[in-house]
């Protein structure tokens, strides 16, 4: 078995609102950051896991955000997996 680690990031859809990313945007603009014409929201799961191959390791990742760490209705998600030795 190898060492794989991974960080899966979770976003809202585009279509999706997000009030948490507006209520931010407005506050920055507040504050004079007129730059920022808008921010969404989301989060990031590192994850550590052994598998006996990177495929194998990306197969339960893709599986873990589906099931787990995702609403797919309102939310997508994209994972970058490497080996480690962790």
Known sequence: MRNFKATVKVRKKATVADPEGKTISEALVRLGYDQVKKIRTGKVFHVELTAENLDSAKK????????????????????????CEC
């Not at 990742?61 to 760490?69: E, G, T």
């Open 60 to 83: 339960t990742v893709d599986k873990i955000s589906k099931d787990i760490l995702t609403n797919p209705i309102i939310e997508i998600y994209e994972f970058e997996i490497e080996e």
